[in-house]
């Protein structure tokens, strides 16, 4: 008899371990659909509104779970001189990690070259959702990645801190 509980206590937590591990790694992702020009998109410095840029070789995947699982890969010919002079500079860009098996997104690799100046982040869209930011980094090479990141709004509106100047108003919570 203690052995077969034994069995079905370990094969238990094995299943359980492997159903774990594929629900927060590949189950809540979605391959996010091209727009073909709406997908990859820049805050102007001139309006302070995002606008569209030239890209190819579109990417994405996002998952209703979670704002931060949003990341997305692309290329694009528009020089560096360029975006530098019409688009926001974005302070302080962490990438977050994304799931293995998304393999054009290396979150470390991306912060090296973002630490040592071989690519340049952007805002793409403030307030993308409530708190979050998304943010763009673009390399020498033409080689682009999207992904959300918490900015000043959220952290104080989830932290029940009273919001930053500048901040639209936190939005009613709706059951």
Not at 90 to 98: C, R
Request: aromatic share 12%; net charge negative; glycine share 10%.
């Amino acid at each position: 008899m203690g052995k077969i509980l034994t069995v079905f206590l370990v094969a238990s937590t094995v299943i359980a371990g492997v159903a774990m591990y594929y629900l927060q790694v590949y189950a809540f992702y979605d391959d996010v659909p091209v727009s073909e020009t709406q997908d990859v998109r820049l805050t102007t410095l001139a309006g302070n509104e995002p606008e569209p840029i030239l890209y190819e070789n579109f990417r994405g995947i996002d998952a209703d779970s979670s704002p931060l699982r949003y990341r997305a890969c692309f290329d694009t010919t528009m020089s560096e001189a360029l975006l530098t002079e019409t688009y926001v500079l974005y302070e302080d860009p962490v990438p977050n990690n994304a799931p293995g098996w998304f393999d054009c997104f290396d979150a470390q690799a991306i912060g090296g070259a973002l630490e040592d100046g071989a690519a340049t982040a952007y805002l793409g869209v403030f307030n993308i959702i409530y708190g979050f930011d998304r943010v763009v980094a673009i390399d020498g090479a033409g080689k682009g990645f999207v992904w959300h990141q918490l900015n000043a709004c959220g952290e104080a509106a989830f932290d029940g801190d009273p919001l930053p100047e500048g901040c639209p108003p936190k939005p009613e919570v709706t059951e």
